[in-house]
């Protein structure tokens, strides 16, 4: 039974070391691998859905992919994110089911956060396909791009804040709804845009 937690805004040293003094962030970098090639529709909406979630967030996101990635040398965040499996929306199941298992996942060592980040894309697809309406289903790779966009934006969260426990909000609960990862338009809460935006700016 999950118990409702509130948010509580404690944000790791390590978490926040890339912030510049000013207060002013420099750029939140991901840079990506995918095992396979990925859709490029579903990857192009997992793109916009991170930038509408974190608009209220003073920080530029910019998208890298890790091969042959060459570091600009200016202040920035650098987040390493897996995407395991096949993100195609051509190859989503026709029936699966997914349960107990975790869609994505930060590193840890020692309890410390890292900035690497593992997505589930095989289960993500088994994951929401019961729920797509037929509209979705023939349009797959904007639901499925959708609700990557979502399920990174709920870890790097974890990983921006240094918060690790879960509310009952849409986006941050322990377990994320099908309905919420397929919806059509979602924001983040007053409370977790307050503490993104502490985890980008207050600390130096």
Known sequence: MLTEIGIVCVVSTAAATVAMATGSPGPLQILTRFDGTPSTAAVQEMQREMDTLYRDIPVAIQWHELA????????ARIVFVHF????????LPPRQTVAEVALASVTRVDGQMLPLVSVACDRIAGYIWQSMNPYQRVHGDVAFG???GRILAHELYHYLTGVSKHTHSELFRAA???SALLAGKFRLGAEEVACLRKALTTFS
Request: charged share 30%; hydrophobic share 25%.
């Open 68 to 75: 042959g990635y060459r570091s600009a040398g200016v202040d």
């Open 84 to 91: 395991e499996g096949d993100c195609r929306a051509g190859t």
């Open 176 to 178: 994320i709804s099908r």
């Open 146 to 148: 959708r609700a990557l």
